[in-house]
């Protein structure tokens, strides 16, 4: 539920000395954990224990701040207290995790202290105590379309205010299941980072069309300008994207990690959100009678898909399965391939008006896979997936899934096929190689980046067709 009776208590800063020491001691501890989170070394237990304590004083001094977060603090300190009493073996913060509920306080502004013993998503995969001290972005045109169409109960949009190093990572998620726990529960949120989201749009989207000389329309070009007016539209687009996981004519299982399933599958469940993303806003756009903060926002997040798709998304991490990347990949060819993108005299451009049309059909076809997913095999699933990417994005040479069914192990059990996906099974194309070697510095730079530490935009770079 969103709570209206809360407001947003006068809010602390980075600088606020109970949270520099609960920050310190968080810190400190982390170098005596193992990977698990556990304290292994007797030796280390003293140390450990000065640790928790000071960690325990410091939330119970911050605690009349966070009167929304009372029994979960209160519980905090219990959990805190019963690892160091228990000899700091794998820690368990079940308790305080099922009092925090912040989607039940969705108010602009409103603060939480966050400690637990957890990994960080694409930061640290140790379940080392980490502190964050987050801020809710909730504004009003957000709120109208959460309670509208565009219901998401457990969707919790933040900023950052300070963080201990787990979080000086390229991580953007706030999530219950990174927690150590004795059992699983049942999650009823999950939190993004609006601020670090649209702080590196920010400045991959500025360095990207400076190195392509891309022309960006004047809305477009204003998200570079203003960190709030973006962030605000992340928030948008993470709320349309976010609900979209469970929703629609979708196969069985269509996003179950622990699945063993070719990586290109999470590809098209990844850009189906992000289209549907982007449908719903060519909708809300189109509609005059919509909020017209939300028209507005609608708009841009139209810019942000295709931009943060096919400048960030196609050339950031590994080429090891990278499921994002390959969606970039496949959203920039369609757009090109159906010429409504063009590189052009060493020129990126892209037809504004022609666009949105060309978008949407791609996301129609990732879901017309999905409607007749339900009457197909599992790996008639899977053939059909990769042949709508093939069509597209051209398959390394060496792949055998390229040759087709016939060269493909389909007697055997399906993890035969996944076994056969290469690890870049669709490598990037000349135009994303040369692309990715001038922006590699530009990316790499957003690690940790927020939103009042993003100073710039872009960075000064050569053209594609120098150097």
């Not at 190093?165 to 059992?183: C, H, I, K, Q």
């Not at 756009?285 to 139209?302: C, N, S, W, Y």
Request: charged fraction near 20%; include cysteine; glycine fraction near 6%.
């Amino acid at each position: 539920m969103t709570t209206t009776a809360l407001t947003a208590h006068a809010p602390l800063t980075a600088n606020h000395p109970e949270w520099v020491r609960l920050k310190a001691a968080a810190t400190a501890i982390q170098a005596l954990q193992a990977q698990d989170g556990s304290v292994p070394d007797a030796a280390d237990h003293e140390a450990a224990a000065a640790h928790v304590g000071t960690i325990c004083a410091a939330v119970e001094a911050l605690a009349p701040s966070f009167a929304h977060d009372s029994r979960y603090l209160e519980l905090l300190v219990s959990d805190f207290g019963r690892w160091a009493s228990n000899g700091f073996g794998v820690p368990d913060f079940l308790d305080s995790l099922l009092a925090f509920q912040p989607q039940q306080h969705r108010i602009d502004g409103l603060q939480h202290l966050v400690v637990f013993p957890m990994y960080t998503q694409n930061g640290s995969s140790s379940r080392l105590v980490e502190a964050v001290l987050i801020e809710v972005i909730w504004p009003e045109f957000i709120a109208g379309l959460e309670e509208g169409e565009y219901s998401n109960k457990l969707f919790v949009p933040i900023r950052f205010l300070d963080f201990t190093p787990g979080y000086n990572t390229n991580s953007a998620v706030l999530f219950p299941e990174t927690v150590a726990v004795r059992e699983t529960p049942t999650f009823t949120w999950g939190a993004i980072f609006a601020d670090r989201e649209a702080a590196r749009f920010r400045r991959v989207l500025g360095a990207a069309a400076d190195i392509t000389r891309l022309e960006l329309p004047a809305e477009a070009a204003e998200l570079l300008e203003n960190q709030k007016l973006t962030q605000e539209t992340f928030v948008m687009w993470d709320l349309i994207h976010d609900r979209t996981h469970m929703r629609g004519d979708l196969p069985f299982d269509p996003f179950m990690i622990k699945q063993r399933m070719p990586y290109f599958l999470y590809s098209l469940e990844e850009l189906r959100c992000d289209l549907t993303a982007f449908r719903e806003s060519v909708k809300i756009e189109k509609d005059e009678e919509a909020d017209p903060e939300a028209r507005r926002h609608a708009k841009l997040v139209q810019y942000a898909v295709i931009f943060d798709r096919i400048f960030r998304f196609a050339i950031t991490g590994s080429r090891v399965r990278n499921y994002d990347g390959l969606g970039g990949q496949l959203l920039f060819a369609w757009m090109h391939q159906h010429r409504v993108l063009h590189w052009t005299d060493s020129k990126l451009s892209i037809d504004w008006d022609e666009v949105a049309d060309v978008v949407v059909e791609l996301g129609a076809r990732i879901e017309e896979l999905y409607w007749r997913s339900i009457d197909r095999p599992k790996m008639a699933h899977w053939l059909a997936a990769y042949e709508l990417i093939a069509g597209t994005v051209t398959p390394n040479p060496s792949s055998v899934w390229a040759k087709g069914p016939d060269a493909l192990p389909l007697a055997g059990p399906p993890r035969g096929l996944t076994d056969q996906v290469l690890d870049d099974e669709f490598p990037l194309s000349m135009f994303y190689e040369a692309l990715e070697k001038k922006m590699r510095p530009v990316i790499e730079s957003t690690a940790g980046i927020t939103g009042s530490s993003a100073t710039g935009t872009g960075i000064n770079t050569l053209a594609m067709n120098a150097g």
